[in-house]
């Protein structure tokens, strides 16, 4: 942990606690670590740095990120979800090494980073064996971002040799990594739990992976109500006493009002990945049945298979939904609507306070008061976008993109500086996730399958691949 004192300068600070708001001229002071201070002018012993006309707020938190597939980007720009769990979740994760795990996770970190996302709920569903995860974790550590780490319990391909022979071995797996990784809980690292869908296997297996997450106090995280046509398995969770505000659940797009009771009445959190669910026809981001339900929304950047790896992006196409969807039955009166009902500040709930008490850190990131841990964005520069800056709120989510983000620091160390990530070969890093891809292609081109490979019976046929016999 660093000891000197940093002193950020004459920025306007979005401080995203409601009992300071945005600031519109004040200094932050940071030391050992955590914030120390929040005022309008600070004087202190420490290194200044001038922040005057830029931005300076909160460490964005992205809720669920498959971050092993940035090594994938793109690939699955024009597919379809069941293409993607064809070709991704059946074939190309079945290639990768626990080299390319390392890999994928470093360079999805540093690119989280590098666009102001300070922590990330890591759903890490590529555990082959024991050593994936010990590599997408080293990643993880490396890139030095904030995490939760989700151990994936989830089989790539039942058609091949799997290392874990049986379920119970990779649920010891977990009790290894555990005691191996994450022993304490003073590091930016904690660990967590990515759920295998309930639809893809027995039930008394879904129960194992949650007793086990349970049992090492771990965050869970799982994709619920994706897929259109199948069950969503809520009301048969919460019957067994098994949902709970330990859980985060993603895209949430086919739930019933009923299931979107019972996640509320258990506290459950919700994730919502715009860009994804918008392009590959998932249904309309849940955003207003959250709210209805009391449950507070959070944004996920999801696939760097399919899309980008910036919240900025997230933010403005989840706010331009929720506007679409709130005036649409007027539009389609001919009436236009009189104010804009939810605020570009309001928004940015969703990547701060709100997705900080989605992770159970709300006492530690997501606002930027005393006490809590400095995960700081510092916004502006030279780029045109930036000037002038005349709506602090609306600049960040409207007019930002990661070219933009100037300072990044996580738990008090600078980890971008003046535009630049702090100390990473990025050439070197690119060239070496280059070579990453076109040998895990080159591996799923050599077992003759051809991408994304999904079969004319859909989504029957993938069940049938993924649930084991009873």
């Known amino acids: 942990m660093p000891s000197q004192r940093i002193l950020l300068r004459g920025g306007t600070v979005i401080t995203m606690d409601p009992r300071h708001g945005t600031l519109p001229c004040a200094d932050v002071l940071i030391e050992n670590g955590l914030i120390e201070k929040v005022a309008p002018h600070i004087e202190a012993d420490a290194e200044i740095i001038d922040v005057s006309g830029h931005i300076v707020m909160p460490g964005m938190i992205d809720t669920h990120r498959h971050t092993w597939q940035t090594l994938l980007r793109s690939l699955c720009a024009d597919w379809t979800l069941i293409d993607y769990i064809f070709g991704v979740r059946l074939a190309v994760a079945n290639a990768y090494t626990a080299e390319d795990m390392y890999l994928g996770n470093l360079l999805g970190s540093l690119d989280a980073i590098n666009s102001g996302v300070t922590t990330l709920l890591d759903f890490s569903h590529c555990t082959n064996t024991p050593e994936h995860a010990d590599g997408a974790i080293t990643g993880l550590r490396d890139a030095g971002v904030r995490a939760v780490f989700g151990y994936g319990f989830y089989e790539s391909n039942r058609a091949a040799p799997p290392h874990f022979t049986t379920h119970d071995e990779r649920l010891a797996d977990l009790s290894r990594v555990a005691g191996t990784w994450f022993s304490g809980r003073d590091g930016l690292l904690t660990l967590g739990v990515a759920l295998t869908e309930q639809e893809t296997i027995p039930f008394e297996t879904v129960r194992a992976e949650i007793l086990a997450a349970r049992e090492h106090d771990a965050l869970m995280v799982t994709h619920t109500g994706s897929v259109w046509g199948v069950p969503t398995g809520i009301a048969e969770l919460a019957e067994a006493g098994l949902l709970g505000p330990d859980q985060v659940h993603v895209h949430c797009n086919s739930l019933s009002d009923n299931d979107w009771q019972l996640l509320a009445e258990h506290g459950a959190k919700v994730s919502i990945s715009p860009e994804t669910e918008l392009n590959m026809g998932m249904g309309r981001p849940v955003f207003a049945a959250a709210e209805r339900h009391g449950i507070k929304p959070t944004l996920s950047c999801d696939i760097a ?47 701060t306070t709100n997705a900080a008490d989605a992770i159970g850190q709300a006492d530690r990131i997501g606002a930027l008061r005393a006490g809590m841990s400095a995960d700081i964005v510092v916004i502006g520069g030279p780029g045109t976008s930036q000037h002038p800056q005349l709506d602090p709120a609306g600049t960040v989510v409207f007019q930002t993109g990661p070219e933009d983000v100037r300072h990044v620091l996580i738990d008090g160390r600078f980890v971008k500086r003046d535009g630049a990530l702090v100390g990473v070969d990025l050439p070197h890093l690119l060239g070496a996730a280059d070579t990453s891809a076109e040998n895990i292609l080159k591996r799923v081109g050599e077992t003759g399958r051809e991408l994304p490979g999904t079969p004319r019976e859909g989504w029957q046929s993938l069940a049938a691949q993924m649930v084991p016999p009873a």
Do not use: C, I, Y
């Not at 969807?325 to 009902?341: D, F, H, I, S």
């Open 305 to 351: 298979s399919f899309n980008s790896g910036d919240l900025f992006t997230q933010l403005r196409v989840g706010l331009g939904f929720h506007r679409w969807a709130e005036t649409e039955e007027m539009n389609l009166r001919g009436v236009n609507p009189e104010q804009v009902k939810l605020s570009a500040e309001a928004a940015l709930q969703w990547t």
